[in-house]
């Protein structure tokens, strides 16, 4: 297998009778956008095109499953290209596992804290499936109230533990203080209570090591102020100042909201920690020591999370895209000098796994890269599953972030409208004629030039779909950005071979 890369090397050439048009690693890192409708052929044309390319290159990899036959379809890819013991694939009931708790606490993000990291990947995945059904809300609140309750359960964890696990977390916010209700009188083992009190026991050892190093007169100036006594133990324990916010927090804030503004808040953080309780999620993602890092695939590894959104439904694309957001930062951190191999990310029926982070990744994917293949049927189903305020905007800017675009044949004519827009205008000769019966016939012809669509939007219907009735061909419509074919223009009419 040939291991170079050279971002300038050729993965696809497109040739024809006016030349040939080297498609490059360069522009595979630049990201690659397919959109066709049902049996247009972009997974069996296209799609199979690129990742075999990718394959055959010596790509490593992650790749989300919508649909049942994907793992499948994968390890024929896999074998054809001599990868196939490349392929990893997590998969309920396999041997492959990823602890993300264990992941993102082990140290590996330099500076960051274990509570910010891990904030950031549930907060991500909860907010991406708001956006699916449409409950994100807009106003800022919710997103600080949210934020806040994650830190401090975590904190709470941390301090009480010296660890994160989904059942502690899961149980504090279930029995966390709640206004005109007694606490426990019993302390059981995962409660609030009983993560609170060790806390306490652990932050009051460390006062009293503290102060049996001071000196009398320290002791005594300590016993006389109690500013001064409070400033000593905040600035000389960290533990202590983390555990007066902790307890500000739940005791004075938290505890105090309305019945409905806290049920809302508690309920999109325990509503998801629930779903990772349960099986197979559980034991694939919250347990037991990791046997596959996102960091395999800077070796030549190709990841596979056989959890098809189609079987699996909403617990199936939450923990895929927990997955992939946690590769993704994994992916930006690598250096290039250290390790120049191409990664990729492959997601079909990409609409299922969109998250917030997306357009904001991707503007960076380059540099890092990482060659991004997102394939859906319309734009549409962007709409419908990155919603929220403004997401008509958002998806264009996202999309914007995707260089290649191939337009199989489509019936959608929106998708086939923001196609003929990105292509463009050119000037094109315009006849008109004229005739006249007046005493005598005369005719005449005046040519000018008006601006128009260089591919008109019904011409996207008209692409070969494939299948034997095509010879197993389907035909796109291919436009690069900042890049020419040899017709010297940015789009051409490419054909791919379904075997």
């Known amino acids: 297998m040939i291991e170079s890369f050279e971002l300038d090397e050729t993965l696809i050439p497109f040739t024809s009778d006016k030349g040939k048009t080297d498609w490059t690693i360069r522009d595979a890192v630049e ?27 010596g790509f490593g990899g992650l790749v989300l499953t919508a649909k049942p036959d994907e793992k499948e379809l994968w390890t024929a890819y896999c ?53 699916k059904s449409g409950g994100k809300s807009d106003d800022p609140f919710w997103e600080s109230a949210l934020d806040m309750l994650m830190f401090n359960v975590i904190d709470l964890c941390l301090l009480a533990y010296g660890e994160v696990s989904v059942e502690a977390m899961y149980d504090i916010v279930q029995t966390a203080p709640q206004k005109d209700k007694p606490s426990e009188k019993k302390s059981r083992p995962g409660s609030f209570d009983h993560a ?50 902790i307890d500000q927090f739940f005791i004075e804030h938290y505890r105090n909201l309305s019945e409905k503004t806290r049920s809302i808040i508690e309920f999109s953080f325990a509503g998801f920690l629930f779903r990772l309780l349960k099986e197979p999620i559980y034991s694939l993602f919250c347990h037991g020591a990791s046997t596959v890092i996102p960091e395999d695939s800077l070796d030549g590894k190709i990841i596979l999370l056989n959890l098809p959104v189609k079987l699996y439904h909403k617990v199936g694309r939450d923990s895929q ?40 990744y991707q503007a960076t994917a380059r540099s890092s890269r990482i060659a991004t293949v997102y394939i859906s049927q319309n734009i549409p189903n962007y709409y419908a599953n990155m919603g929220g305020h403004k997401s008509e905007y958002r998806v264009k800017s996202f999309l914007g972030t995707l260089a290649t675009k191939i337009f199989h044949a489509n019936a959608d004519v929106e998708t086939n409208t923001y196609a003929s827009d990105l292509i463009g205008e050119a000037y094109a000769e315009s006849v008109q004629r004229s005739r006249t019966l007046a005493g005598e016939f005369s005719s005449g012809e005046t040519i000018s030039f008006e601006l128009q669509k260089m591919i008109q939007p019904r011409e996207f219907n ?38």
């Open 31 to 57: 990201g690659v956008q397919i959109f066709g409708g049902i049996g247009s052929g972009k997974t069996s044309g296209s799609g199979r095109k690129l990742a075999l390319s990718y394959l055959q290159k």
């Open 79 to 131: 074998t054809s290209t001599n990868r196939i013991d490349d392929l990893i694939v997590i998969e309920p009931g396999g041997e492959h596992r990823f602890n993300f708790l264990e992941y993102e606490s082990s140290g590996r993000h330099g500076g960051v804290s274990y509570t910010e990291n891990i904030v950031q990947v549930l907060k991500t995945v909860i907010r991406s499936s708001e956006e």
């Open 196 to 245: 609170y009190r060790l806390c306490q026991q652990k932050v009051n050892t460390q006062i009293n090591d503290l102060f049996a190093g001071l000196s009398p007169e320290q002791m005594a100036s300590c016993k006389e102020d109690a500013n001064l006594y409070e400033l000593v133990i905040t600035e000389s324990l960290p533990d202590a100042k983390l555990l007066k916010l």
């Open 321 to 360: 895209i927990l997955f992939k957001y946690v590769w993704q930062r994994a992916m930006e951190r690598r250096q290039n000098n250290d390790n120049a191999r191409p990664v990729f990310l492959w997601a079909d029926e990409a609409q299922n796994f969109l998250h917030e982070y997306d357009a904001e």
């Open 462 to 499: 008209e692409l070969k779909t494939g299948g034997p009735l095509n010879n197993n061909v389907t035909e796109a419509i291919m436009h690069l950005q900042g890049k020419v074919f040899e017709n010297k223009q940015n789009h051409k009419k490419v054909s791919f071979k379904q075997n």
